[in-house]
């Protein structure tokens, strides 16, 4: 075997040019594939790099008037049949497997009541928020405090900003200690808050803008403590709930069972209006798929390179037997027998191949890092896939040499001594 292919590579080292033109669908093929596996797996590590990033693990449950659309208080008003959410349902959803904390919130989308002197908040978030609310989502105070358990005890007309809020109504100026006007009702900033560091994700495009921190945020969180929701909006109303994962695999199995727990307390006729789960992880992984349904046909048409490839090889292994049917006739002359003489030529077509496999994974590698650079994209090199690849294009080679490999091995050692 050792001295096959060392014939092997003597005869690629005497037709170099052929025998580059001949690995070319193998080299092409293979770095197509390589460049193609590297941007998908570095895109979905960032994206689950992002899930473990965006926040503590928390996936939320809405009030949603269909498996589309969240149900809208500014436009509907209290639904009937859904009750407002107790500390003791709070404490059975962390009861669910895989739960560590809940929170309990109502919100408004877009704001556009929301004033500080003359300089308004147009399409600002409101949350009516608890206790638990920055626990579970991430917050830290950035300045000022806090919501004290008196707050909510004494329906204190108190809020908190976030950053993007506090900038906008108060520039450069601090906003603890201000006064905002909420539905006409003054409101006292007591802090700012912002996500932790630890929980901040990597956003290197507008998709993920738009997928982690969303529309609804570009012009602020406003913070109220729930007790007091009702001042601004005259009502107590159902809330939507966020529970805290104990890790980001749970994300994907604890939101149906806490939107089937807050179900189960419907009494409603409307048979749409459910509570369901938003995970983003379910979003990133709904995007993995897309971006890999994608890539498998890319690779697939990819992939006919090597069949070119493959051709070629045939090919070059038939010439090659024509150019060397002397010599067969020879080594058959003097006792080769056919499983010496297939060996040869098999093992040829592989190391052949196997050549253009290796230059096409480090060609492969090569522009895997080009198209980060040039796309700014994230890569990760994928060993296995690597690996495969080598092996892959070995298989072809043995693939596409058998047929002259058995063409050599059959000649008739007379014909071919007598062949010129």
Known sequence: MLENIRLSFQGIWSH???????MLGIIIGIASIIAIVSTIQGTNEQLMQNVIGSGTNAVGIVLGQSSDYDYSFDYEGVPAGVPVIDEATREQLIGVEGVVDATLY?????ADNIYHLKTSLTGAQVLGIDTHYFNVYGYVMRTGRGFLESDYTNFRKVAILDQTAASSLFQEESAVGKTIEIGGEPFI???????????EPTI??????ELYIGDNTSTGIVFLPSASWSIVYQ????QNVAVKADSVEYMSTVGKPCADLLNARLSTTNSDLKYRAKSTLDTVEQQQKINESTNQQLIWIASI???VGGIGVMNIMLVSVTERTSEIGLKKAIGARKRAILTQFLTEAAVLTSLGGIIGVITGIIMAQAIS??????VGINIPATIIAVLFSTIIGVAF????????ANLNPIDALRHE
């Open 16 to 22: 170099k040019m052929r025998s580059f033109l001949t």
């Open 106 to 110: 109502t919100s408004r989308s877009y």
């Open 189 to 199: 900033v007591v802090g700012v808050a912002q996500l932790s560091s630890q929980f």
């Open 204 to 209: 290197n495009s507008v998709s993920d803008y």
């Open 235 to 238: 009502y107590d109303e159902p």
């Open 305 to 307: 390179s090597l069949l």
């Open 373 to 378: 650079r040039i796309a700014q994209v994230p």
């Open 401 to 408: 040499g058998f047929f002259p490999s058995v063409k050599a």
